[in-house]
Structures are given as C-alpha cells and as structure tokens.
C-alpha cells in the first residue's frame, strides 16, 4: 500500500509539474534566471571557498589546532573536545558544511549519529559572507546592520547548544574516543576537497534554481489567498534569498528581524539541501527540525532588540530604495586569503612532509 501512494504521489507531482511547463513557461523561465543569478552572484562566490576550506581544515590537523583556543565549548554543549571543530567550521562555513562534516565523520566511525544528530541542532548556521556581505551590506547597505545579523547568528547558536543538552530525551555527547582520522597527503586532500565541493555546490544551486523556478508560481497563489506580506513571508520561509529580496516591496514594520527570520530559519530549501548531504549517514533531521523553530526565535528576537539602536537613517535609506532591483554581492577575498593560509598550514600538519622526490634517471 506504501509503494502505491507514493506511485500515485509522485505521478500526480510530475504531470502537475508538466501542466505547469506548459501553461506557465514564462513565469518558470523568469524564475530560473532568478535562480540563476542568485548562484552566481550570491551562493557560489560566498560558499565555495567555503566549502573547500572547511572540507580542509575537518580533515586535517590544522582544523584541530585552530579549535583549540575554543575547547571549552565541549563542556558548554556537552560534546567531545575533538569535536569542537565541527561548531566551529559550520560557523565559518554555513549551509551546509556542518551537516556535510557531521556526516563524513558519522560514515568514518569518529562519531555516533545519535550524537551528530543532536549537534546538527546548532551546526547549521548561515555564513558570515551571506549575512554580513549578502544581507546587510547588499541589502541594507549598512555594515551595522550585518554586525548585527553575525551577532545574533552566533548568540542564537550558542543558546540552543546550551538547552539542546537538556533533558533526557535528547542524545548525549559521547565519552568514548573516537577512531583516529587519516590524513592523506596534501594534493590529494585539495584534490579531493574540491571534488566534493563541487558536488556539493552543485546539490545547492540545483535545489536554489529548483525553488526560484516555482516561486513566481507560489506567490501569485498564495497572494489570492493571503495579505501580501504573510505571502512574502511564507515565500522567504520557503528559499530566502526570495524572501530577502522581497524585503524592498513586502512592507515589514522591521525590515531587519524579517531578513533575521529568513536567514536563521534557512527556509525549506535548504532543508532539502540537509537531506541529500546526510543521506546514508544515518543522521536524523529530527533534532534539527525541532530545534530550529527555537533558533530562529532566538536569532530573529535578538535582532529585533539590537536594530532599536540602529540609526534612523539607515531605515530611511532602506526605504529609498524599495524601486530599485536588489544585487546581490557576497565575494569575500577573506576567503581566497584564508584558503591559501589553509594551504601552508597543510604543509606543517599533514603526516608526510610536503616535498617533491625526483627520482634520477
């Protein structure tokens, strides 16, 4: 009877979407470029680098060395000091490289998935480059308002590790030591992180492209049904880089909560994004699911607090520009510089020198 439904679920999706091809083309095709455009301007130059420094620094000694200074966190979180890491990267990182670490380490054998089940609670986070540089500089055009998105991200993070230990229903961090990480040699780690990194950021823009081709669609349904601004919210919820581009026209009493409330909530494609990293890994999204009703709350109230001592001007000037397009620009050379660095420091912590033999002929 399962197999049945699901066959009759997924025939009733797929000649929908082919109606929807085909009597709304042009919304489609508008929501693909929009798709498009954001992969371009916005994911990939904000996370790739990303994703291969992160991929780097889990895998290698330099990434225990540079969470050293934050082992206190394991008693704070109730975690193994090895991995204190993991917190770390995914705060540097974003979506989705805590969920792709905690899963690489979970099919290593270095830790149990009911334990990365609960860390995934507070390991999937936005990145600096999108908040800081995507959202408040592009946006706002305020780089107050991006300290304060990096702020409350990082506040909304440490509380729910906090109460994410409490109770017995959740996991608890594991006291066993873990199985020793092999390092394998510096081209091969770069190779094989860019590999993976490109796989990854193919999943992320795929899902980005899928969601913006639908939007146009969404919206203009939920709009006949709902105020405008409850439809641009439950769009933004849906993928927020849509909800963060609405912001100009959606007419939000804060502008700056809003984009919080999108932003920390991460919006259902990027849980789809979760899914397809953690399969195989035996990882529940449970935890995550549950708890971030509680770390949006927490990001967005925290937000709406430290925005009342923002300036008046910058929401007047965020108000000037509700006719113009938004652009999205998160190009970091804090992450070029920071890649190199990860490349020398490899050169320090890999297990064989990094040196060239050159055998005589």
Known sequence: MKRILSGILIGV????????????????????QNGIDICLSLMIPSTFLFLILTD??????????LARPFSFLSKIFKIRPCDVDIVILSLIGGYPVGARILADRVKSGMIDHRSASRMLAFCVNSSPAFLYTGVGISIFHSAAVGIIFLLSSLLA??????????????????????????????????????Q?????????????????????????????FLPFELSSCLCGLLEVCSGCSSLFTSGFQNPVAAAMLFSSF????????IGAVLHGSGISMRFLLLWRVFYTA?????????????????????????????????ISP????????????????????????????
């Open 334 to 361: 804090l992450a070029l510089g920071a890649l190199f660095c990860c490349i020398i420091l490899l050169l320090f912590f890999s297990i064989h020198p990094a040196t060239i033999k050159i055998k005589k002929q």
């Open 13 to 32: 999706v797929s000649y929908s979407a082919i109606f929807l091809l085909l009597f709304f083309s042009k919304e489609i095709t508008q929501g693909i």
């Open 157 to 194: 993070c440490f509380i729910t590790g906090i109460f994410s230990r409490i109770g017995a229903f959740y996991p608890k961090a594991v006291n066993s030591k873990g199985q020793e990480q092999h390092i394998p040699a510096p081209s091969v780690l770069l190779f094989s992180s860019v």
């Open 266 to 273: 991460g919006g259902i494609c990027v849980f789809f994004q």
């Open 298 to 330: 927490t990001a967005t109230g925290f937000t709406a607090l430290l925005s009342r001592f923002l300036p008046q001007e910058i929401l007047s000037a965020f108000s000037s520009f509700s006719d113009t397009e938004t652009v999205f620009s998160a």
């Open 56 to 65: 780097i620094l889990s895998r290698s000694r330099a990434g225990r060395v």
């Open 196 to 224: 993976k990194s490109i796989y990854s950021m193919s999943i992320i823009c795929g899902f980005v492209i899928l969601f913006s081709a639908c939007m146009p669609l969404i919206s203009s349904f939920l709009s006949g």
